[in-house]
């Protein structure tokens, strides 16, 4: 591991905090690097001097009263910087009026439209006997039975699909609000 | 040691060795280091909340071509420290008394 991997890892493990306190620690370490360079240390035994970066960032949180583990395993962004989240907010709301929401409505008319063609083709399907009069009766039932099971299949795709998707569209719902 | 009470302990030496000299955090462990064990990831938090408190400010330098940031004592940092001392030397005799006092019963 160099500095900078070192100095990113331990940027990541401080995002509870705000984004100048996270410069102002990151910027003290750096001027470690840079005196223990000078005392002759390679980026390797100053990184091992200094131990791992969550265990660095742990005593930040601790002494600025942050629950780390807290934060690091709610999925809700809670004690997040204030404006980040905000800005994420903001963007999100903005991608999911132009963006989002248009990729969901034709994920739901596809579904729909599959939905349909699937009832249509698992209804129609009894109809080859009629229609194949004449051809033998081995070939019409084979007709018949490979429109039901395409039917029966898309049928079940698009439910479980669906489904995926309502899941998504909650979840996505649920994560805006902990934003909030 | 019960950490809060180490911290506290600590908090006066850092206040007590920046109100003596302005320096860097790297000097300041540096400085520490010859009188006890510490390092700086345990120093480098105090110096942030310290700094957030009002109780230590900052201000940087240009040595070659580098910025090195200087930790100073604040005027209610001033204030905050004598009492932070009075209080520690109050503890400290205390202690002392009782310690002395349980040695002379044996």
Redesign the interface.
């Known amino acids: 591991m160099n500095r900078d991997l070192f100095l990113r890892d331990l940027r990541n493990e401080l995002t509870p905090l705000t984004l100048n ?1 996270q410069e ?2 990151i ?3 750096l ?2 690097f ?2 223990k360079r000078e005392e002759g240390m390679s980026d390797e035994e100053i990184i091992k001097e ?2 791992n970066p969550r ?2 960032a742990n ?2 949180l ?3 009263n942050i629950d780390n583990n807290e934060f690091r395993y709610s999925q809700s962004a809670q004690p997040h910087n204030e404006e980040r989240r905000i800005g994420l907010f903001v963007f999100m709301i903005i991608f999911d009026v132009f963006i989002g929401f248009w990729l969901f409505f034709s994920a739901v008319v596809t579904l729909f439209s599959i939905a349909i063609a699937s009832v249509a083709m698992i209804v129609a399907s009894p109809f080859t006997f009629f229609l194949s009069i004449g051809v033998s009766l081995l070939g019409s039932f084979s007709v018949f039975c490979l429109i039901l099971g395409v039917g029966l299949l898309l049928l079940a795709l698009s439910i479980s699909l669906s489904r995926l998707l309502f899941i998504g569209i909650v979840k996505h719902i649920n994560w805006l609000k902990s934003l909030l | 040691m019960n950490t809060q009470f180490k911290k506290g302990i600590l908090e006066l030496c850092v206040l007590c060795l920046i109100k003596r000299k302005d320096m ?3 000097k300041l462990v540096e400085e520490l280091s010859k009188y006890m064990e510490v390092s ?3 120093i ?6 310290l ?2 408190e009002g109780i230590l400010a900052t201000y940087e330098i240009y040595d070659d071509t ?1 910025k ?2 200087y930790y100073t004592l604040s005027s209610p940092g001033k204030e905050f420290y004598q009492q932070l001392y009075d209080e520690w030397n109050k503890f400290n005799q205390s202690v002392e008394r009782l310690l002395k006092e349980e040695n002379s019963d044996e």
Do not use: A, H
Request: proline share 3%.
């Open positions: 306190e102002q620690i910027d003290e370490y001027s470690i840079d005196f200094l131990g265990d660095i005593q930040f601790n002494e600025f | 860097s955090g790297y700086v990831n345990t480098y938090p105090i110096l942030r909340r700094t957030n580098r090195r940031k």
